[in-house]
């Protein structure tokens, strides 16, 4: 766990600044004790520092941000967390699966908010870009009874940075071999008495990329489309008086993907405004405001196909109280949210709706300074499917230096969506999708427990820190919501149905070293185990693997005083073969080679060969590696600030 920002507020905006002159230095005792001090929010939604976290938190710093380069949290998260893999569907969206959950139980948050639509399972991974992202949380398993439907197999939450400085201006630009794909961005940081202002563009552009030609009939994919893609951010915080901060977001987001004969085009259109209120010592009031609407379009040539083809709009309230009474931290809160969908895929062009309302309490209590307990109670009630469910959370943490020891369970609850009620659609061709108007909510029970060892290494060439977590879980999930085989009748044509199915048992563990040396040599090696039983959790585009790795070694050093190299990496992934019903092209690791050089004034020059031993699959299938050898990208970032 490693992580560099400093808390901003009680709901977890993260003020964060980074000197572009700064050099990145070897891990000293003092700097692996600030990291345990870091402020991190999304496991118990209060300010908590991580070594008293009582939920496992993996942390993704601004310094490893930075040094993994990578466009969005697709990218970044491919490379950093074992036993989560991203594939294609048919149509080539994206799918998810982690620690043999799939997108739908993943819950991606942006600065604690939703995002609305969805592409294959889960949210269009191309909106969450990083270029104003802080840092990110990832918490897995159930988090139902914080954060309600979609939280059953764990959170990811991107933090926004802060700068404080007069003026800052960041530019970004990297090119990649794989499809011709440049991207280019910025972000303009202003600030001026109490007010602050952060806008952030992206563009990015890549053509089809041909992987085997349609004669390999044992194939199911022969090309990655090309697209484009821009997004845009806007962030105004306000300091209206001492205690009391207001912040307004707002953004547009567009994309085109081109299809063989046609193209799919997304637009999102999103904004909020939150207050933050201390109103006295020891008492913290969040309240927020957030709309957002993300509509997909299909186009052959400049013919649109339908008027309508897909259209979901969010409207969420939102409150969180906090109450700190010394060792005893009290929490409430409660949302509201106005679900909209329109798809010409509705019986009769219709449209449907659904209210949420939920509300949650949680107590956090440290007695003595070795040992904290955090319980939390939740009700969510949905109208569409007239469902509601209790869930709740229990975690405890005993540190017995320089042991931690993390115990948790926690309820999952997952309504079923407006898409799997009442939506009917076509795969691509390939066959229907037919909703369940009668579908029961999915309920799962996680258990955890996680030992973690920090230290340092005093003696030697191999002085520096260290850390060791090793971590096992247990989910054993009710009326899961998956597909069966939907026989034909009449005018309805054969394909698949929404259904329920009982018994599935997911179970793990994670192991995680990390090692820093003050000289500069740095390793980071992960692993996950994965078992499924008693229920068929995989389908064609989500397969659990039962092994899976990432590894890294590094060095990082100054070199002189206008030029030093950055950093220089060799680092890897290796994925298992799934244990699947269906065609895979069995197990694969991929190598890569990082190279990041700072001249001047914090100007840097990144460098990277992927794929470095030029793995190629033998048949390409929606969970294959998606490339064509080795390849190789080249990036620019150059930072500019009032100190010029």
Known sequence: ??????????????????????????????????????????????????????????????DELRKADATNI??????????????????????????????????????????????????????????????VEIVKGASSALYGANAVGGVVNLISREDTAPWHLDLNSRYSAMGDEWRAGAVLGLSSGNVRSATTYQFSTRRRVNLTDAFDTASSVHNIFGGTTHNIKERLTWNVAPGL????????????????????????????????????????????????????????GDRRTHDHDYSNRQHILHALFNRFLGKLTLTAGADYMHDYLTTYQFAGNGRHLQHTFDAFVQGDYTPVEW?????????????????????????????????????????GFRAPTLKELYMDFDMAGIQMIYGNPDLKPERSHNFNVALERMGNIRDGVLRGSYSLTLSGYY??????????????????????????????????????????????????????????????????????????????????????ASYRLLYAALSG?????????????????????????????????????????????????????????????????IPLDDRL
């Open 1 to 62: 766990m490693a992580a560099s920002a400093k808390e901003g507020g009680p709901a977890g905006n993260a003020a964060e600044t980074a000197p572009a002159e700064e050099a990145p230095s070897a891990n000293t005792e003092e700097e692996e004790a600030s990291a345990l001090e870091e402020i991190v929010v999304t496991a118990t939604r209060t300010p908590k520092a991580l070594k008293d976290v009582p939920v496992v938190t993996r942390v993704i710093g601004s």
């Open 74 to 135: 697709q990218d970044l998260l491919t490379e950093e967390i074992p036993g989560l893999e991203f594939g294609f569907s048919m149509t080539q969206e994206t799918s998810l699966s982690m620690s043999g959950f799939g997108g739908s139980a993943v819950l991606f948050l942006v600065d604690g908010e939703r995002l609305a639509g969805e592409t294959m399972d889960n949210v269009d991974y191309n909106r969450l870009s990083l270029g104003d992202v802080g840092r």
């Open 245 to 300: 901060k207001l912040v307004a977001r707002g953004g547009f987001y567009y994309r085109e993907s081109d299809r063989l004969n046609y193209s799919d085009r997304y637009h999102d259109y999103s904004g909020g405004l939150r207050a933050l209120w201390n109103i006295r010592e020891g008492s913290e009031l969040e309240l927020s405001y957030s709309y957002d609407q993300y509509d997909k379009s299909r186009f052959e």
């Open 371 to 411: 040992f904290n307990a955090v319980a939390s109670l939740r009700e969510d009630y949905f109208s569409a499917s007239r469902n509601n469910a209790v869930t709740a959370r229990a975690a405890a943490m005993f540190r017995l230096a320089p042991l931690s020891i993390r115990l948790s369970y926690s309820g």
């Open 475 to 560: 989910n054993y999930y009710d009326s899961r919501i998956t597909t069966e085989d939907a026989p034909g009748q009449g005018d309805v044509e054969a394909g698949a149905r929404y259904c329920n199915e009982d018994g599935v048992k997911v179970c793990g563990v994670d192991f995680n070293v990390r090692y820093r040396a003050d000289m500069g040599l740095g390793a980071n090696i992960s692993y996950n185990f994965l078992h499924v039983g008693g229920g068929t959790v995989d389908s064609q585009f989500s397969q659990p693997r039962p092994h899976s790795a990432t590894w890294r070694l590094d060095y990082e050093r100054r070199l002189g």
């Open 573 to 637: 992934r290796y994925l298992g073969k799934p244990e699947s019903r269906y065609p895979t092209d069995g197990a694969y690791s991929i190598w890569k080679l990082t190279l990041q050089q700072s001249l001047w004034r914090g100007i840097a020059v990144n460098f990277t060969v992927d794929n470095l031993f030029n793995y190629r699959p033998k048949i390409y299938y929606w969970n294959s590696a998606m490339t064509t050898g080795t390849t190789w990208s080249i990036g620019i970032s």
